[in-house]
């Protein structure tokens, strides 16, 4: 690619950039340990009624975004159901939030992999959005306190003892005596 081009694409991108921030397009603050985590609330796969991440209030919760045609999130989905098996349920919960566009591509993705954890519908990518999250898999990790603790890009070995030590120590905290 010559020059010219390279100059030419660079001040086509410098004025998109200069016209959004002088239209006043606030950018968000980027999302990172500390800050609260978005809320919302989405329909659950097999249920008829929508959750919330404020129903999992006072827990530790491992929120993980994902797609069915997602390489990485295939292969790191059956450690997150060890995961998930191994944490006691009154201190921990694990939501993986599929962006697929369609359920039934997503319940078949469920069935064959024996997944128990639940499971988001975010086909519009809204709360993908709200996290600020575009690649997948990424998951955070949500304190008692509704904060986040940890950003995590890619696929992890969640079964290992590296997780599992730190989630269990977390979950080994008492929960704040009051919602804030």
Not at 103 to 118: A, H, I, N
Request: proline share 9%; glycine share 8%.
């Amino acid at each position: 690619m010559s020059a010219g081009r390279l100059i030419a694409i660079a001040a086509g991108v410098a004025a998109v950039v200069f016209v959004a921030l002088w239209r006043g397009a606030p950018l968000p603050e980027p999302l990172r340990a500390g800050a609260r985590a978005p809320a919302f609330t989405l329909p659950e796969l097999g249920r008829a009624t929508p959750r919330a991440l404020a129903d999992d209030h006072g827990k530790i919760v491992l929120v993980n975004f994902w797609a069915t045609w997602c390489k990485p999130c295939l292969d790191e989905m059956p450690a997150m159901q060890r995961l998930y098996d191994a944490l006691p349920r009154g201190d921990f919960e694990l939501l993986a939030i599929s962006v697929d566009e369609g359920s039934t591509e997503v319940e078949e993705f469920r069935d064959r992999l024996e997944l128990g954890f639940p499971i988001l519908l975010d086909p519009a990518r809204e709360v993908a959005g709200a996290f600020q999250t575009f690649r997948f898999p990424e998951s955070f990790l949500i304190g008692r306190d509704g904060r986040i603790a940890a950003r995590y890009i890619g696929p992890k070995d969640w079964d290992s003892d590296l997780y599992v030590e730190h989630l269990s120590k977390l979950i080994a905290v008492p929960a704040p005596s009051g919602r804030p």
